[in-house]
């Protein structure tokens, strides 16, 4: 980005454009890899964003597109070995399938876990995984629940 005054400001997909000599939605379309771009546009594009150091900003993109690739996870205890487990096998698969993971502990406390889902603006997670409810009904949900003792079983919570 050519030095305008603003040392540390990061470059946006307008400098990256204007770096390549292409619009706006020519270098959007070559770094996202949509629509039409010739090769020889893309790699200028691609050669301007590596000079710049253009990172993509993932809020503006979920916005747009209605997913962040991020995965929410509310957990009940986190020192429970049951749900360390459980985040640590969420971690691993995400991350190697491009998705990272929000992660909030609640203590077993339902008003905690309300205020953990509420902070999370559903339409930007992508799915969801909750310990005890199903309090987000408009994204994705894997509701696990770990077991104490066999009358915890039977027990309606």
Do not use: H, W
Not at 22 to 44: E, F, I, K, N
Not at 119 to 144: K, M
């Amino acid at each position: 980005m050519k030095d305008k005054g603003l040392r540390g400001a990061t470059p946006t997909i307008v400098d990256v454009a204007r770096e390549a000599g292409v619009s706006r939605a020519t270098a959007a379309r070559a770094l996202g890899d949509y629509g039409y771009a010739s090769a020889d546009t893309r790699q200028r594009v691609v050669d301007a964003a590596k000079r710049l150091a253009y990172q993509p900003n993932q809020l503006a993109r979920s916005m747009v597109t209605g997913r962040s690739e991020m995965i929410g996870v509310v957990v009940a205890d986190i020192e429970n070995l049951y749900f360390a487990r459980a985040i640590r096998a969420i971690t691993d698969t995400a991350s190697a399938n491009g998705f990272g993971v929000v992660l909030a502990t609640t203590d077993e406390d339902i008003e905690l876990e309300r205020n953990a889902v509420r902070l999370c603006p559903t339409p930007l997670l992508t799915g969801s995984s909750s310990t005890s409810s199903p309090l987000f009904a408009s994204v994705s949900t894997v509701t696990a629940q770990r077991f104490t003792t066999p009358e915890s079983r039977l027990t309606p919570r």
